[in-house]
C-alpha cells in the first residue's frame, strides 16, 4: 500500500489482527527484514511495516533524510490508518526515530522496543565517517555499500557458517536506492543526542539486541536500558546487528511475551 507524506511516496504493509504493532526497520534494509519475525507475532496483533523514505519502495525526497522528516512519515501513517496509541519497534535508524517520535508525539506511544539501536549521537569521527560513506555510495553504488557493510551487520558465526542467512539480509536491501541511502547516512550523521530523552519515556521498554553487534555494542544497549526506569533488556546470543533476522525465533518469543504483557 501507498501513502502520500509531504515529498514522498510511503510503502507499507499491514498483516494479522488485534492490537496495532508498528515496526522500523534498519538501514539500509526495507520492511522485509520483519517477515522471519513477523509471523510469530501476527496472530496477536496487527502489524504494520513501512519501508522508511530512500529505502526499500518508498520514494527519496528532497534534501537529507532527518529524523524529523521520519518522526512526520510516521505520524502521518499512523493518522492514515487510525491508530491513536500503539507499540513501536524500531531497529537501529528505527529506533533513532522512535526517540524523534517520541519527543513530538508521545501520547500515540503505548510500549516501545528498541532494538539494536543507541541514544547517543555520533562523535565527530562517526559523522565524517558516515558522510564520506554516503559519497561513496553515490559513486559506486548500493552493490558496493552492502558487501562492506555485512560483517558490521550480522555476527561471525553468521558471516561464516549462515549463507542462507546472509543472503536474505543482502536480499531485504537491493530496493533501496543509492540516493536514498546516501540521504539516511547523511540523516543518521546529524541526529541529535538522546541520551537525556531516556529519563522521560515512562511507557513499559524492551531494550533488545545481539551480543555480537559491532555497530551497538552490548555496552549501549545496557546504557540505554538503565537510563529508561523499569527498562527490560535482552541480550540474544549468536546474533549481531540484524539479530531479528538472525535469530527470528527467538526474539520473536521475546517481543511477543512483552508485547502480551504491555502492548495491548
Not at 11 to 24: A, H, I, Q, S, T
Not at 45 to 61: A, E, I, Q
Not at 134 to 155: D, N, S, T
Amino acid at each position: 500500500m501507498i501513502l502520500r507524506s509531504d515529498d514522498v511516496d510511503l510503502f507499507y504493509e499491514v498483516k494479522g489482527e488485534g492490537p496495532d504493532v508498528v515496526m522500523l526497520h534498519p538501514y539500509p534494509s526495507d520492511h522485509s527484514f520483519w517477515s522471519p519475525m513477523a509471523q510469530h507475532l501476527e496472530s496477536r496483533f496487527r502489524l504494520v511495516t513501512p519501508d522508511l523514505r530512500g529505502l526499500g519502495l518508498s520514494g527519496v525526497g528532497e534534501g537529507i533524510t532527518t529524523m524529523t522528516k521520519l518522526a512526520d512519515d510516521l505520524l502521518r501513517l499512523c493518522d492514515a490508518l487510525k491508530i491513536g496509541r500503539a507499540a513501536f519497534v524500531g531497529c537501529s535508524v528505527g529506533g533513532y526515530l522512535l526517540f524523534e517520535f517520541w519527543r513530538r508525539n508521545r501520547e500515540r506511544v503505548k510500549t516501545l522496543v528498541l532494538m539494536d539501536t543507541k541514544a547517543g549521537e555520533d562523535n565527530d569521527e562517526g559523522r565524517e565517517g558516515r558522510m564520506k560513506t554516503a559519497e561513496e555510495i553515490l559513486q559506486k553504488g548500493p552493490e558496493w555499500a552492502f558487501e562492506q557493510m555485512m560483517p558490521r551487520m550480522l555476527a561471525p558465526v553468521t558471516m561464516s557458517s549462515r549463507l542462507d542467512v546472509v543472503a536474505r539480509a543482502k536480499a531485504t536491501m537491493r530496493q533501496s536506492s543509492a540516493a536514498g541511502m546516501a540521504a539516511m547516512q547523511r540523516g543518521m550523521a546529524m541526529r541529535p543526542d538522546s541520551i537525556a530523552t531516556l529519563a522521560h519515556i515512562d511507557v513499559p521498554t524492551l531494550v533488545l539486541g545481539g551480543e555480537a553487534d559491532a555497530a551497538t555494542p552490548v555496552s549501549e544497549l545496557e546504557r540505554m536500558a538503565r537510563g529508561i526506569l523499569g527498562a527490560e533488556l535482552k541480550i540474544v546470543s549468536r546474533a549481531g546487528h540484524y539479530a531479528a533476522l538472525e535469530q527470528p525465533e527467538e526474539v520473536g518469543r521475546v517481543v511477543r511475551e512483552f508485547l502480551d504483557r504491555n502492548g495491548r
